[in-house]
């Protein structure tokens, strides 16, 4: 697929920072790369997949905005297999934005989000395994989840999947045969066979592959994991406990915590992403009431449910309604207050 427009981004996070890089993809990047960069070097043209250390110039100004790195990737040897530029700059965010809007002045238009990674899709650079493994790299929480991105980005995953499309079409090859001869006796020997085929072999493949992707999205995600309870548990005090950090503000004023806090761990390799929730109880106050809302919403979404109980006060409905809640997800009992007498009794327990 040809594109006729060319993109352009900062393609490294937003802050302050030794380099950031902007990304130019597209039928004039060399042409903007011409008028915008001044190599050190006296050089007749720039060479395809090599550094050039230069100034970035304002071209309608005349002024030098930083020194940088310049690399022009010819197409099709690139990422986009697009003409491809890439400017190595100081980071900071009046530089990097500056940068920017000279080259977006020169012809370019601002890529929007994975545009990059949708034109390496459209261009037949990957395939949308591989598009979606570029995304499990970057947002990889764990060592496992970075090997299994980076498993499918080699195409592994497409082999697994263009295996399986070649044994189901030999079955429908076969099935096919069975239905334009059902008088053939080898014909309906074939249609107990592909029944059995079937049982046997494609669909625990294909259970075999959601187990896998589902496995994988909890190494590259983590486990979504939600920590409820009644107000003033210790559910703050919890979540600050086990990331090592005063993230959640714990007062003992009951709607201290209206918002989902969430914050990531790796306990023995695992991810799990932490959310602090509002307490559960039966509220006047509107903020807090919309932040009861969203806990229920995201207590549904969850694959793990850190219920927390104060061990020092007795069971109480508002429990007994949240335990009901949890009764379906994968759930933990967190006792709070060790340190106090406990007022709970044994059959609150069982």
């Given at each position: ?14 802050g302050q920072a030794g380099i950031g890089i902007i990304r130019i993809s597209g039928p004039r990047s060399l042409a ?51 003409d491809v530029v890439e400017i190595n700059s100081h980071s900071g965010y009046l530089v990097l934005s500056k940068i ?187 903020v807090e009431r919309i932040g009861i809302s969203l806990t229920t919403r995201k207590l549904k979404e969850a694959d ?47």
């Amino acid at each position: 697929m040809k594109n006729e427009d060319t993109i352009a981004a900062i393609s490294t996070p937003m802050g302050q920072a030794g380099i950031g890089i902007i990304r130019i993809s597209g039928p004039r990047s060399l042409a903007i790369a011409k008028r915008i960069f001044k190599p050190k070097r006296n050089i007749q043209s720039l060479e395809s997949h090599r550094l050039y250390l230069g100034m970035i110039l304002d071209p309608d100004k005349g002024e030098i905005v930083d020194e940088a790195l310049l690399s022009y990737m010819q197409a099709p040897h690139t990422y986009t297999r697009e003409d491809v530029v890439e400017i190595n700059s100081h980071s900071g965010y009046l530089v990097l934005s500056k940068i920017l809007e000279i080259v977006l002045s020169q012809g370019a238009r601002p890529a929007n989000p994975g545009e990059f990674t949708l034109r390496a899709f459209l261009n037949v650079r990957i395939d949308l395994t591989q598009a979606e493994a570029v995304v499990d790299l970057i947002n990889a929480r764990s060592e496992r989840g970075l090997y299994l991105a980076s498993q499918q980005l080699k195409g592994r995953f497409k082999e697994e999947i263009g295996d399986l499309k070649d044994r189901i079409g030999d079955i429908l090859a076969q099935l096919e045969v069975a239905i334009d001869f059902p008088d053939e006796d080898d014909a309906i020997i074939s249609r107990h066979a592909l029944s059995e085929q079937m049982e046997k072999d494609i669909i625990p493949s294909i259970e075999d592959l959601i187990r896998m992707h589902r496995q994988k999205r909890i190494w590259i995600e983590g486990i979504s994991t939600i920590i409820v309870g009644r107000v003033n548990v210790g559910k703050s005090s919890l979540l600050n406990r086990l990331i090592d950090e005063e993230r959640a503000i714990v007062t003992p004023i009951p709607g201290t915590t209206r918002d989902i806090i969430e914050s990531s761990i790796l306990i023995n390799g695992i991810p799990l992403r932490l959310m602090d929730t509002a307490g559960l109880r039966d509220v006047r106050d509107e903020v807090e009431r919309i932040g009861i809302s969203l806990t229920t919403r995201k207590l549904k979404e969850a694959d793990l449910v850190l219920m927390v109980i104060d061990q020092n006060r007795p069971i109480s409905r508002e429990d007994l309604d949240i335990i009901e809640m949890c009764k379906e997800k994968p759930s933990m009992l967190v006792l709070n207050k060790l340190d106090l007498p406990s007022a709970l009794k044994q059959e609150d327990m069982d």
